[in-house]
């Protein structure tokens, strides 16, 4: 007996170090081990001239895809480029869309420092594309810093509050941390370009204050020479939508930044980041720059400054967004009746939510309830409807950064008591048709006005007929004379249209004038929704 048991003691030994082993090897070939050892030679190595022209000549895969060389740096990279700034880690559209995107012909993608998912999705796609047989330097890593989402500790009196728990900072402590946290969660050991972000942020709270703005840039800019001595990065720029603004409007002068880099040696800004699309084009129609006489396109040209574009699609009209794309007319749908029979289901079940019943009879519940709020969607969206196309724009970012993000939480908890099962069981299935057919009204609405902004560019350029609206802006934003346009191709559909066009088709300086001088704000159909609740 007793050799039995010492047998036993020994194979569950045995097994247990088994588990242990099969978790580490797996833990160690994972492309998220932050093992150094295993992996630092991944993506060690920078973008070179001479690889980039290689991937520029040999690696691509869709032959539509335009390419450039970018002043000062020689590299060759796609014109279309790959924004990162709002990728999420645990989404596999964006995973495949963004190493779809690297392996077709697209090697420049940026990734901001206050979107450590965006940046591991970098990490992944490279360590992926890697072990197919491309290489890092084929790449240009762009990196950002500025603006910061969360607790930090490297903020001085520059650092302005934009938000909840939101900064922003270029002072140079901060920037150490934030380009050492950029390199290691990608696992490289360069960015090729790291820009500032918005450094006219500081005048929120300091509008008198132009000079120290520049202070705080040539301070940042120092730091950043001093980054580039050592290898962790290679150039570095600005990105800010206050180059294309109005002088009566926070503003940044690259005139005056050009003079501070040459009256203090720096040598290695290089590069520009501002808005343009259909509706934004003041980087080549506004004089701004150089006493207003000529526009930030224009000087950056001739300074030979690296130019890229982002916003191709979210247009910003002030106080509103609006998305260039395409929506289903539904119009084979009774999109109000859908509507309203959701409307009136939810509402209807939110009064007989626990929180309601508790609320109402002053009984205790088992165990402590979400907020009401969270569970009452069907009265809020009856409350504070709106119809347009920048409400669209609105509504498909709050659902998947508010409503979705709270609801689920909220009803797994109250799911976890059999009392309440039942009804979660059907407020869950309710709440996802409303919030579905809520998006067909929305998209309702806005169809008619798609439609003749698609007629009324078409009528403007024959290189823009037998394209849809995404591909529209996309070759619109391309005929501007930058080096890059940046756009966020999260999901693969998008990034097959994208890669449909054929790239290297230009509007000429003529259509390209006209599009851009037209008028496109059509009326949104007004639709009118009977919210109230049926008597019974």
Known sequence: ?????????????????????????????????????????????????????????????????????????????????????????????????????????????????????????????????????????????????????????????????????????????????????????????????????????????????????????????????????????????????????????????????????????????????????????????????????TSICSLAQKNEIIQMTYRPLDVNLGSKMFRLVDVPSHHDRDVVGMLKESLNFAMYLEQQSPQATVTSTNLSPPFPLPDIEHVSWGHVLATHHQCGGDYLYYWTYMLQNIVLPRIEPALAKMAKHPAYLGWVTRYRAVTKALFTRYTWALEFTLHPSIVQLEKDLEDKSVDLQGLDLTQKALRIALSSPADVVLTGMKMPAYCASACAIDQNIKLSQDDLKSVLEGEYIPEIRNLKLPFERDEG
């Not at 088994?18 to 797996?26: H, N, Q, V």
């Not at 998220?32 to 520029?56: F, K, V």
């Not at 032959?63 to 480029?81: D, K, Q």
């Open 1 to 293: 007996n007793q050799m039995i048991r010492k047998t036993n003691q020994m194979i569950r030994k045995t097994n247990q170090m088994i588990r242990k082993t099969t978790r580490l090897t797996t833990h160690l070939c994972s492309p998220l081990a932050p093992h150094n050892i295993i992996r630092a030679w991944l993506h060690e190595g920078r973008a070179t001239i001479e690889d980039t022209a290689n991937y520029c000549r040999d690696r691509r895969i869709v032959p539509n895809i335009a390419t450039t060389i970018l002043p000062r740096t020689g590299w060759c990279v796609s014109r279309l480029g790959f924004s990162g700034c709002s990728l999420k880690e645990k989404d596999p559209d964006h995973l495949d869309s963004l190493e779809t995107s690297m392996a077709s012909g697209c090697n420049i993608i940026t990734a901001p420092s206050d979107s450590p998912s965006a940046a591991r999705l970098v990490y992944l796609s490279l360590f992926n594309n890697i072990n197919k047989g491309f290489k890092r330097e084929e790449y240009v890593i762009v990196g950002k810093s500025g603006n910061i989402t969360g607790p930090t500790t490297s903020l001085d009196s520059s650092a302005v509050q934009i938000g909840e728990n939101k900064w922003h900072c270029i002072s140079p402590d901060y920037l150490e941390q934030s380009i050492t946290s950029s390199l290691k969660t990608m696992d490289i050991s360069c960015l090729d370009i790291l820009f500032l972000e918005d450094p006219e942020k500081f005048l929120l709270y300091n509008p008198d204050q132009q000079d120290q703005m520049y202070e705080n840039i040539k301070k940042a800019f120092r730091h950043l020479e001093g980054e580039v001595a050592k290898g962790r990065i290679q150039y570095y720029g600005i990105s800010s939508d206050a180059f294309t603004a109005p002088t009566t409007s926070p503003h940044l002068s690259l005139q005056q930044i050009l003079q501070m880099c040459k009256e203090e040696g720096f040598k290695n800004f290089a590069a520009i980041s501002y808005p343009f699309n259909l509706f934004e084009h003041n980087s080549i129609t506004l004089h701004n720059q150089n006493n207003n006489s």
